[in-house]
């Protein structure tokens, strides 16, 4: 609450004092912990691969979504290679800190993450929706910063920034890219 709160104030770009940290969870995740990683690949808006310890894993960040390009049996939708591109711009190649909320894993076994970027502490799950580059979506049990989330997909889809000027009321299905 109090992150966010004090994200609340920031300017143009969303950071979190003291987000720079790492060390504690190590490459399998604990609820409440950290890890220090590195990006390795850039897998779309909303998923990267990282090396953590010397293992590879890979980490989905909670509370946003972005439009899919690389789902099996989805087609690309609008926004989704954009969105993977600002995703890139922003941690390709860097070295980011991991926390995780109460559920460090989803259902297909990857690590569920709030990532900052180091050594500057940008939150890069908020950017990506203060950008329009992402929308909120509530995860189950990881709620450290819904409000925080809703309010940045609020202010960009009122003022038509990113996929929401694109893509139209309907959505991010509504358009192909």
Known sequence: MVLAAVAAIVG?????????????????????GTALARVTRVVDGDT??????????TVRYIGMDTPEDVKPGVGVRCWSRRAARQNAALVAGRTVTLRFDANPRDRYGRLLAYVYRRPDGLFVNAELVRRGDAR???????TAHRA?????????RSQGTGLW????????????E
Do not use: S, T
Not at 148 to 156: S, V
């Open 136 to 142: 909120a979506r509530p995860f189950p049990d990881n």
């Open 48 to 57: 990267v691969k990282v090396l953590i310890a010397g293992q590879r894993r």
């Open 165 to 176: 000027r694109r893509c139209g009321p309907g959505g991010v299905d509504a358009f192909p």
């Open 148 to 156: 925080l989330f809703a309010r940045l997909a609020g202010d960009a």
């Open 12 to 32: 143009p770009h969303v950071h979190l004092p003291g987000a720079g940290g790492g060390g504690g969870a190590g490459a399998d995740g604990k609820p409440g």
